[in-house]
Structure formats: C-alpha cells, structure tokens
C-alpha cells in the first residue's frame, strides 16, 4: 500500500518565485494535513482539510500561503512570492477518521531552500 | 496551545531506561506520541486516549494522566534504534506538536 506521496522531495528557489508542493494522501483517507517544520519553530500545523474541505487554516502564515484540495487524491501547497524565511521542510499527513487511532501518516517531507 | 515536552535533549547507553514528559495548559483528551529520525519524517508509535492508560510498543510504553494534563513516554532498555527525536501530539484531529525531545542512544 503506497504511503503519502510528496513532491518535490527537494526545491531550490530564489526569492520571490512561486513555489508549488504537491501531496497524494493515503487512498480512503479523509483528512489531509500539512505541517511546516524548522529547527526554530518545530511541526506546526499550517491547514487541515476533511474530505477536500479547508477546515482550520489560521496555522499559515500570510496571505502568500494557500492550500487547495481539490479532490480527495491530491492537494497543493502553493506560496507565492516565497522569502527565505520561507526555507523550510513541508510535510503532507493524512489520517482516517476512527475513534481508536487517529494515527497521522506523514510523507517524506519537501525540503524547501529559498535564496 | 503548544504541549511543553521534558527534557529537551537525552543522551543514553546502551540498556539505559528513559524518561520523556509531556504536559498541557489545555484539557487533554488524548496523546499521540511520534518519533522522527533524522531525515526522516515522524512515524506514529501510540495513542492514549483515556486517563490512567497505559500504551505498549516494543520496549516503549506511555502513561497518561488526564487530571495532571500530562503524559510520560517510557522507553526500557533502550537500544540503538531508539535514537531520534520524541514528539507529543494533543488537540484531537489536528494535532499540535511539543517541541521534540532528542534522545541520542549510545553504544
């Protein structure tokens, strides 16, 4: 059974490009994360969504952050311009609704560089 | 609000036991617990979701305390593949992660 599937794994870019991450979830998954981690500020949770629907979107930074879901077996995470402070790894998650696990299946990451 | 995880940075040999805190402002309902090696993304090992209970996997085990809002990752006898960093997870669905505790298991 195929995990998460991310891409890219690694993105080099220079300030003020646009900058696409791709995620592919679990198939049957209905909720779908993506989280931003750094050394100095951990795993964050950017946005949420349930069977493709945004439900908490006040992790994201600013307004050059956005996310879509546009069916159950894709998403994107899309900022534009990017800055350096940008630079981070973007992880993808996604979970099944059960009462008795609730486990989070994360996808190896893009490494993000923003120059 | 962010859970506060205890200590920081653990440093073990080999067979040595180990103790990870985590702990909330907030009611909790349930713990998560994960860990990440480096390089690597965070896999989950358990889930406590009621009071008291007690979790098990391979030679980690987990205590969850509703009343005092913590919980406790006990790892025994620990072995090299032990090594990485420790997270708690709280707030149900979408889960808010501590900081990490990196334990660094030596020969």
């Known amino acids: 059974d195929a995990g998460v599937i991310q891409s890219p794994r690694h993105e080099v870019t220079e300030m003020g490009q646009e900058v696409t991450l791709r995620c592919k979830p679990i198939?049957?998954?209905?909720?779908l994360f993506w989280y931003r981690q750094t050394m100095m500020r951990g795993l964050e949770l950017l946005i949420y969504f349930n069977n493709n629907v945004p439900i908490d979107d006040s992790g994201m930074p600013e307004d050059r952050f956005s996310a879509k879901m546009p069916n159950a077996s894709f998403s994107t995470l899309k900022i534009q311009p990017s800055e350096p402070r940008d630079s981070a790894v973007y992880f993808c998650?996604?979970?099944?609704?059960?009462?008795?696990?609730?486990?989070?299946?994360f996808g190896e990451g893009s490494r993000l560089t923003v120059l | 609000q962010q859970p506060v995880q205890s200590p920081q940075a653990v440093i073990l040999r080999e067979g040595e036991d180990a103790v990870i805190n985590c702990s909330s402002s907030k009611a909790l309902y349930s713990v998560h617990w994960y860990r990440q090696k480096h390089g690597e993304a965070p896999v989950f090992l358990m889930i406590?979701?009621?009071?008291?209970e007690q979790k098990g996997h391979e030679k980690i085990s987990a205590s969850f305390n509703e009343k005092k809002q913590q919980s406790s990752l006990y790892l025994t006898a620990s072995q090299l593949s032990y090594s990485g960093t420790y997270f708690c997870g709280t707030g149900g669905r979408a889960l808010t992660f501590g900081s990490g505790t990196r334990l660094q298991v030596q020969p």
């Open positions: 998650a996604s979970s099944l609704v059960r009462a008795d696990t609730g486990e989070l299946f």
């Open positions: 198939s049957g998954h209905d909720y």
């Open positions: 406590l979701l009621k009071g008291g």
